[in-house]
C-alpha cells in the first residue's frame, strides 16, 4: 500500500521561508512519472502549485513561479518544496501527490506534463499559515 506522509512549516512570516517533505511508503519516488504539490486554502480550489513530471520539465505555478522550489531528495527518498519571499495568500493546507502516469502533449512544443488526474496518491496535508 501507498502512503505519503507530508511534514514542515506549519508557520511562517511574510517574507520568510519554509520547507515541506514528503515522504512515500510502499514506493520509491523512482516509481513515479508525476510528483506535486499542490494547495488548497479554505473557499478556494484546490490549485497545483509545482511539480516533477519524469522526461519533463519541473513546472510551476503562475503564483508561486521564482518563489517555490521542487526537488528531489533521492539520497532520502523525500519530495521537497522549499518555499521562500511567503505570503499571507500562501495560507493553505499543502498536500503532496504522485502518479505512475503522466500526459504527453503533441504538436510543436511537444512535452510531458501532470493532469490532475495523473496523481494517484495523495497524503494527507500539511497546514502552512503565513502572517503578515
Known amino acids: 500500500q501507498v502512503r505519503l506522509v507530508e511534514s514542515g512549516g506549519p508557520t511562517g512570516q511574510s517574507g520568510g521561508s519554509l520547507r515541506l517533505s514528503c515522504a512515500t511508503f510502499?514506493?520509491?519516488?523512482?516509481?513515479?512519472?508525476?510528483m506535486g504539490w499542490l494547495r488548497q486554502a479554505p473557499g478556494q480550489q484546490r490549485e497545483e502549485i509545482a511539480h516533477?513530471?519524469?522526461?519533463?520539465?519541473?513546472t510551476y505555478a503562475r503564483s508561486t513561479e521564482g518563489r517555490f522550489t521542487i526537488s528531489l531528495d533521492n539520497a532520502n527518498n523525500t519530495l521537497i518544496l522549499q518555499l521562500t519571499n511567503l505570503k499571507p495568500e500562501d495560507t493553505a493546507n499543502y498536500y503532496c501527490?504522485?502518479?505512475?502516469?503522466?500526459?504527453?502533449?503533441?504538436?510543436?512544443?511537444?512535452?510531458?506534463?501532470?493532469?490532475?488526474?495523473?496523481?494517484?496518491?495523495w497524503g494527507q496535508g500539511t497546514q502552512v499559515t503565513v502572517s503578515s
Open positions: 501527490a504522485a502518479g505512475t502516469h503522466r500526459t504527453y502533449l503533441s504538436g510543436r512544443d511537444a512535452h510531458y506534463f501532470c493532469r490532475s488526474d495523473d496523481y494517484k496518491y
Open positions: 516533477i513530471v519524469r522526461d519533463g520539465t519541473n
Open positions: 510502499g514506493r520509491t519516488w523512482s516509481d513515479f512519472a508525476c
